[in-house]
């Protein structure tokens, strides 16, 4: 039997309520956008994000920690490929 392919759009979700899941575990590899799989990287949230804005923190941040934690969350996004 010939194998077939097509353009349509393939839907990775089936629609339930409890959502979808890439991966058993932290070692499975996954890749988004043709780019090389790779396991859980095991980056881990360092600070919490304060909602209080102050005109004097570091880049409109509340201080130059939260302003640190979310730059290098962009530069681990960036190197995953995902922006």
């Known amino acids: 039997m010939a194998l077939s392919s097509s353009n349509a759009v393939k839907q990775l979700s089936d629609g339930n309520s409890q959502g979808t899941v890439f991966g058993q575990s932290g070692t499975d590899k996954i890749s988004f956008y043709g780019g090389t799989p790779q396991a859980r990287s095991g980056l881990v949230a360092t600070s919490s994000i304060s909602t209080a804005v102050s005109s004097t923190g570091a880049f409109g941040f509340g201080d130059a ?5 979310i730059a290098q969350a962009i530069v681990n ?5 995902l922006i």
């Open 77 to 81: 996004l960036k190197n995953l490929g």
């Open 65 to 69: 920690t939260t302003a640190s934690t």
